[in-house]
């Protein structure tokens, strides 16, 4: 089944949670929706709307704290409104840290792993671990120490970029007298 111009008009226009929800009416909804041209054309289409993303604390009804993702969105009447996300990711790794967003994407990180997420998919990603980053704590070695995660979009090569900054450092061999 092919999906018509005038459905693509229409998703275009629909919020993420919507098309969300319909990826699951049909095989050709599913390929359209996770079709890169269309999540292009869909983001472009969303660039009027202003989004800020926060990671707050929110106190549970069992008086313990856990760590939240909210997407406060600003639309051109001026209304905001606010979306709660929920990750499994912050179960297993609360202290992770906003590191950049770009095109929806969110990147995550606790200066040892990193993760690509998408809030409103809720899926995510760890990245391989940096060559760079040594745990061993042989004096011989050769260490290092991350400061610093970035994140971005190349226009140019049409791709993500992750840019991890890190402090390297020998160690110091002790000779006995």
């Known amino acids: 089944m092919v999906v018509s111009d005038v459905v693509i008009q229409i998703l275009l226009k629909l919020p993420p949670e919507s098309l969300l929800r319909f990826k699951s009416v049909c095989k050709s909804w599913y390929a359209l929706i996770n079709d890169p041209k269309f999540v292009t054309k869909h983001l472009s289409n969303s660039l009027p709307y202003k989004h800020v993303l926060l990671k707050r604390i929110v106190a549970t009804n069992s008086e313990k704290y856990e760590y939240a993702l909210s997407i406060l969105k600003f639309s051109l009447d001026r209304s905001v409104s606010v979306l709660d996300v929920h990750l499994p990711l912050y179960e297993d790794h609360p202290a992770l840290a906003i590191c950049g967003q770009s095109h929806s994407l969110v990147c995550l990180s606790d200066l040892c792993d990193i993760f690509l997420c998408n809030p409103m998919t809720r899926q995510f990603r760890k990245l391989p671990p940096s060559i760079l980053i040594v745990r061993g704590h042989d004096p011989d070695d050769y260490d290092a120490e991350g400061n610093a995660v970035g994140f971005g979009y190349d226009a140019k090569s049409r791709n993500f970029k ?12 002790s000779h006995p007298s």
């Open 162 to 173: 992750v840019v991890r900054v890190v402090n390297p450092w020998v160690g110091v061999v």
